[in-house]
């Protein structure tokens, strides 16, 4: 482990590269895509993630590894799990993770791809020490054959695995009759899983096929997070369905359905429960430039948001950056790095707050309950829209992002504008 840990540190300090984020997680090196089995576990945040260590861009999926004491600052850890079965030859797709007595058991999507043809099953690895994974011998566990309707057996995927009333859960996404959906599992022993029922269906928002659910409870209010793709020519997105499941009838009953944060960049976000605690981490991509840091030499590509802690107040999910966020008490110009801020006044609705990195500026306006925020960076210029719920402003800025948080609104956004050095209000 400890030349591991060297091999590591010297990668990361190899490439010198003042785009790559500080506290927002980066592998070494590499693509990095979903959260994976997220969990406290033997005095850790565990993060597994999907990673291909071999190149900058999308490839064969393997389960990367990383833990951390504060969520802030991760130390790599060997590479959990390969594409080495013959049930996951293609890929070691996303899913989640439980902790059982000591054991530590992860659920995912083992991919096949043959001929052109995909096949996407759920199987079971489990570990007694967090970093040695052994696969279950009768894997899979769930094909679409357990579902009483007709799922695409190549769109079928990214289990959620938690525990209610002493049995095991999974929320799992399929395409039904082409479209997206939300089907729930259930287990005794975490190794044997029948289908239970249909949580999610029929809903346009839902796209033609849904991505990483995950389902949070709370005492008031369950709420099922998924990831939608829309269609050709329009941007996946991440919705919040929030409603109540009811226990008795296997039933959600849904309320409404709405964007958990509202840059398209945000992705596939997975929760994490400690002391009834919600935290949520997601994959933070450039949407328009996914190729950028791989065409531009770039020792990595993807990052991690921010993690956010959830709370449900007065009906809404409530997110919040963790660790240290720092009062700004006026209007003043000031120098500024990398890190978490907040307004302690009211946004000045006649200037801007324009935010100066090495190469380009991000500048932040309000107007009738609205933000327009307006990245200036070396790799694109871009405007966007979004409706604040309130002018005292949380913002967050690390080499290559923003993330924006106004009571249960977030915005979040890769920017390429690396080492904001100070922040000036200036007339509009």
Known sequence: MKANEYLYKKIRNLDHDILRPEFHFTAPYGWLNDPNGLIYYQDYYQLFYQYNPYGTSWDKMHWGHARSKDLLNWQDMPIAMKPDHDYDKSGVFSGS???????LYVIYTGQVEENGHVVETQCVAYTDNGIDFIKYKNNPVMTVGDIPY??????????KVFEHNGKYYCVVAGAIDGKGTIVLFESDDLLNWKFKTVLLKDNPRLGTMTECPDFIGFKNNDYLIFSSILGKGKNSVVYIAKGKLDWEKFQ???????????????????????????ILIPWLRSVDHVNYLNRTGHAWNGMMGIPRKLSDENGYLHQVPVGKIIDINAPIDQSIENGSYKLKFDFLEDKKLVLHGINGTISIERSN?????????PVFKKKVAWKGKTSCLIFVIDNSTLELFSKQNALSMVTFISQVYRLTWEER
């Open 150 to 159: 007709n799922v695409d057996e190549s769109n079928f995927r990214d289990p």
């Open 97 to 103: 993770a439980i902790k059982k007595g000591t054991r």
């Open 252 to 278: 959600f009953n849904l309320e409404k359905i709405s964007r958990l944060d509202h840059g398209d960049d945000f992705y596939a976000p997975q929760s994490l429960i400690k002391h009834d605690k919600y």
């Open 369 to 377: 309950k609205h933000y327009l925020i307006n990245i200036d960076g």
